[in-house]
């Protein structure tokens, strides 16, 4: 059974279950004084806000909501830990997670349609890529959390020096790629997510990327953009991380023009000895970017809990929680009306790396989610390595992504 | 030995109580999922039971490439570390200066963060300003990308895994060296008995139980290696996957996949072909004794 | 040949090779400690550079900050002492029937034993986490203690150590009707303090390294252990190494005492034991 049909069976069940729920919501809310646990992976400096903003909320909502943050390590150990106890049935009542954590145990997820329709002040406001993820089960599954997109850092001394421009176009990469090479034989681009830049790259020559009936790029778009590719890492312009841990080091000791990674990854970069440019990705047909970071789950079960976690949630979502939070860590907004808030206009005149991810905010896409979603990207991961290593023409190159996708999701 | 009886069992229970709980009940489990197809974990629904789950990694590359490369590296791991420990164990149990201190060094490895073992390997690997290239441009031999290319990758991993075996080796073969008597080496040294035939005709056979220890520990250890993957490749499985290991495989399978039915069947897998080797070590050894 | 020479130069290769392989030991070590004293942009310096231009102690000062370290050491001592006393009376008492008792199945049941660890422990995870939920025992500390209170791992290796003490021995035991747990506490153990010393420290030591399980367990930060701490300094985008380094050295420090403080101990309970051949 595809993804998008369990879903939808799925919701029409809750849909069915939850019908007193809608018909309570017109009456008066009333809340009665509960705890919600929240699993969550943020550490340092985004810890911290988060506890702030948590704190406020414990001591200002009406009902006596006392929101239990539980740091859960990194999203691998939060993935993991989330899967141990969804199968031993002790979720939490509300977690950050991605999409793709999830497939195991979707019918645990609260869908939040009823929630949305009746209690939400304007859910169009949110980012519409943002939406659309939240969406990606088939029903409402979650609200967006800690979003980020990826940007192309680049070292502004170096493309000063060289005369140029940040690229906007694919012509503009290989353009850039080349004056790199010939003027300081260096590469001016690396790739953190090389399956996302894949999927990218095949959304901005306006073809799809691959579903639960395997690769959809095998056709004269797919051809074009493992040609653009190709052209990229052959002829050296752009390079693996090889040896290096992440990009953000080698752009901080000057070994690379610039790479394409989160907007996040900006604390990571130390630019002491030169000026960092930050610019949105390359447009080709189209412009698209990839988004990046968690949602917020419910998993609440009984009715209290799940009205109590809705608060919670609605608070993190408002305009002015998610302002202040992206401002103090460096994430984006989830709202159309925080990105125009007085507040966080002034914040990103001085932030070229909000600036350059609030330019591209239109082309915001969701990663492709379906059955195998998870072991493609694995693999895709893997082949790009290896189309690389062995520097394959463009039509082969092709040819090996569409077989591993293809073999992933069990089509001849 | 004394005739056989159940007392045995008594001694037993307490560890074989945790045993059965916290190890073979979960293994059952694992053995039992292997078999179903498209398991999932959190409802516990199955398509079908069948053999499914073995038939699809054995058609995946990355699971013959995994299987392939583990096997390699056990031939190559396991014998050159006990070789290794061994001739440096015998080296810290002789009359030397320092011997504390040695031995303080060599048991090092135990405690040092994986991640920063990870990082000054990375560093001793690099290809540019490396240790390693640097001592083989001495003998001519050109600069070598050991981390970042697929051929070498594996060998990297390989050289890489003996240094951190032997640690462990080597506080065995320590331990095992000081039960000989000294009588026997004194006898020896009357006699005049050249050093390699002490070593083969004593040493060796005194700590026989150890090397067979180390010998099978070695072989599971080698055959379930992920930490040394994990650090040296900066938690991936080297350059287009050239350096995937069976465990590395069943990890990702599991754990980011949500293929549980396919990683147990991995794990399946592994299972027998160590089972297998052991008897016939088991057998091997037993013979001899 | 002439002896006095051949001793040099044997001399020579033997400490040679020492040295070598101790060198190569030693950097890890040296590099940790070293570049917990690092500031990120040395960290980061191609290529390398292994000394700090200062030896500062901030990077200690900011990662003890980031969590409650001292309440994760309490946690961590009262696991591993708890799980080590368990595992040395279960160890040696298994060992003690493998190697000296003669019982039913004797063969099957180790060669059994040992097999159960081919399975990567990973795949043990998810449903020994269920077994703790239903104990409802998620968030305390015999959830870190109990289940690994059997390793088939040192069973296996003290078996071997036993299985070297001279059957004369029990023989003569049996002869004074000295009966088999007296013989085990009197004769067994004492002869064997170097393993078992040796047992000891790998068990501290791999419980103060663990990290997933105690992780998976617990929920409240309170009932976090050590090696918790690090888990701050990495995230997906990058990770501050400089913080790392300087949190393992804070990890790796009191088993390093430890260690030192035991080691004395492994050789004094090996060179006493009374078996001379």
């Known amino acids: 059974m595809s993804f998008r049909k369990t879903g939808a069976a799925i919701l029409a069940l809750v849909m069915a279950a939850s019908l007193p729920v809608a018909a309570f919501a017109e009456e008066e809310k009333t809340i009665e004084p509960t705890e919600v646990t929240f699993w969550h992976g943020m550490s340092n400096t985004q810890e911290q806000v988060l506890t702030e903003l948590t704190d406020r909320f414990n001591e200002e909502n009406e009902y006596g909501i006392t929101v239990k943050l539980v740091n859960q390590g990194n999203y691998g150990d939060l993935s993991t830990k989330l899967t141990a106890s969804a199968v031993a049935d002790e979720l939490p009542d509300l977690a950050q997670a991605y999409n793709n954590w999830l497939t195991a145990y979707t019918d645990k997820i609260v869908p939040l349609d009823e929630f949305v329709e009746n209690d939400f002040d304007d859910y169009e406001d949110l980012v519409e890529g943002y939406r659309a993820e939240c969406e990606q089960l088939g029903f409402i599954g979650a609200l967006p959390f800690n979003k980020s997109t990826y940007v192309y850092f680049y070292n502004k001394t170096m493309f000063d020096e060289l005369g140029l421009e940040a690229p906007k176009t694919w012509e503009d990469m290989l353009a850039v790629g080349e004056k790199f090479m010939e003027e300081k034989e260096m590469p001016a681009f690396g790739v953190d997510d090389l399956a996302g830049f894949l999927e990218a790259s095949l959304a901005q020559n306006e073809c799809e990327y691959a579903s639960d009936e395997g690769a959809l790029f095998d056709n004269e778009a797919g051809l074009e953009t493992l040609e653009y590719i190709m052209g990229l890492y052959n002829n050296g312009y752009a390079r693996l991380i090889g040896e290096d841990d992440y990009f953000s080091s080698v752009i901080s000791t000057q070994r690379i023009g610039g790479y394409i990674g989160s907007s996040t990854g900006v604390s990571y970069i130390t630019a002491d000895d030169f000026e960092l440019g930050v610019a949105p990705l390359p447009t080709n047909k189209k412009a698209a970017a990839n988004q990046a970071g968690t949602n917020i789950v419910m998993f609440a079960q009984d009715e209290n809990q799940q009205a109590a976690t809705w608060e919670y949630m609605k608070y993190l979502t408002s305009t002015e929680a998610t302002t202040e939070w992206a401002m103090k860590t460096g994430y984006l907004p989830v709202r159309v009306s925080a990105f125009e808030s007085d507040e966080y206009q002034s914040f990103m005149a001085d932030d070229i790396t909000a600036t350059a991810a609030y330019s591209q905010v239109d082309a915001f896409f969701p990663a492709a989610m379906f059955e195998a979603s998870n072991a493609v990207r694995t693999s895709v991961n893997t082949m790009f390595e290896e189309v690389v290593l062995d520097e394959l023409e463009p039509e082969d190159a092709l040819a090996e992504f569409v077989q591993i996708i293809n073999e992933e999701c069990d089509v001849e | ?289 | 040949m002439n002896r006095k020479a051949g001793n040099v130069i044997a001399n020579i290769l033997k400490y040679g090779v020492l040295i070598i392989g101790a060198l190569f030991t030693l950097m890890p070590f040296l590099w940790m400690i070293l570049s917990a004293m690092k500031t990120n942009a040395e960290i980061r310096a191609i290529p390398p550079v292994f000394f700090p231009s200062k030896f500062s102690l901030e990077n200690f000062t900011t990662a003890w900050k980031a969590a409650p370290f001292g309440r994760y050491l309490v946690n961590t001592l009262i696991v591993t002492v708890f799980n080590t006393i368990g595992v040395l009376i279960t160890t040696i008492l298994a060992a003690f029937a493998f190697a000296r008792l003669n019982f039913p199945g004797k063969k099957v049941l180790l060669t059994l034993l040992l097999a159960t660890m081919m399975i990567p422990s990973e795949m043990l995870l998810i449903t020994n986490f269920i077994t703790m939920t239903k104990l409802k025992w998620i968030d305390t500390y015999q959830a870190m203690i109990v289940p690994w209170l059997a390793s088939v791992f040192y069973i296996y290796l003290l078996t071997q150590f036993f299985a070297q003490i001279p059957d004369a021995l029990y023989l003569a035991a049996k002869v004074d009707k000295c009966r088999d747990f007296k013989y085990l506490i009197k004769i067994m153990i004492p002869i064997n303090k170097g393993p078992i010393t040796t047992i000891t420290i790998l068990n501290v030591i791999s419980n103060w390294n663990s990290f997933v399980w105690p992780l998976l367990v617990t929920n409240s930060r309170e009932m976090r252990v050590l090696s918790y701490g690090l888990v701050q300094f990495q995230t997906e985008e990058g990770s501050a190494y400089e913080l790392i380094m300087a949190a393992s050295c804070i990890l790796v420090i009191p088993i390093m005492i430890m260690y030192l403080f035991l080691r004395k101990y492994i050789i004094e309970g090996v060179t006493q034991s009374g078996i001379k051949g």
């Not at chain 2, 390989?158 to 060296?177: E, P, Q, R, T």
């Not at chain 2, 700590?207 to 900066?234: D, Q």
């Not at chain 2, 592994?270 to 050894?285: E, H, S, Y």
């Open chain 2, 1 to 289: 030995m004394e005739k056989k009886s159940m007392k045995g069992y008594l001694y037993l229970a307490p560890a074989l109580i945790i045993i059965l709980i916290f190890t073979i009940y979960p293994l059952i489990r694992a053995f039992m999922l292997s078999f179903m197809e498209d398991y999932n974990l959190v409802n516990g629904s199955y398509k079908g039971i069948n053999l499914e789950n073995y038939i699809d990694i054995f058609q995946d590359r990355h699971f013959i490439k995994a299987l392939t490369n583990t096997g390699i590296y056990v031939v190559f791991v396991v014998p050159c570390s006990i070789a290794l420990s061994l001739i440096i164990a015998v080296l810290l149990n002789s009359h030397i200066r320092f011997q504390g201190v040695f031995q303080t060094i060599f048991f090092l490895p135990y405690v040092t963060s994986t991640i920063a073992i990870g990082i000054v390997w990375g560093w001793i690997f690099n290809s540019d300003y490396g240790l390693l290239n640097q001592l083989l441009s001495w003998f001519g031999i050109k600069s070598i990308p050991w981390l970042t290319s697929k051929q070498y990758a594996l060998p990297s991993l390989i050289i890489f895994s003996i240094w951190k075996s032997m640690a462990f080796d080597i506080l065995i073969f320590l331990a095992g060296l000081q039960t000989i008597s000294e009588d026997l080496y004194n006898a020896a040294r009357v006699d005049s008995t050249p050093r390699w035939r002490v070593f083969w005709r004593i040493t060796v056979p005194g700590i026989g139980p150890m090397i067979s220890y180390a010998f099978v520990m070695g072989m599971i250890n080698a055959f379930k290696v992920y930490n040394e993957v994990y650090a040296l490749f900066r938690g991936k499985n080297g350059p287009a996957g050239s350096a995937n290991t069976v465990v590395f495989y069943i990890y990702d399978k599991f754990y980011n996949q949500s293929k549980y039915g396919e990683a147990s069947a991995a794990a399946v897998i592994l299972f027998l072909i160590v089972l297998g080797l052991t008897i016939i070590q088991r057998t091997l050894t037993g013979k001899k004794e």
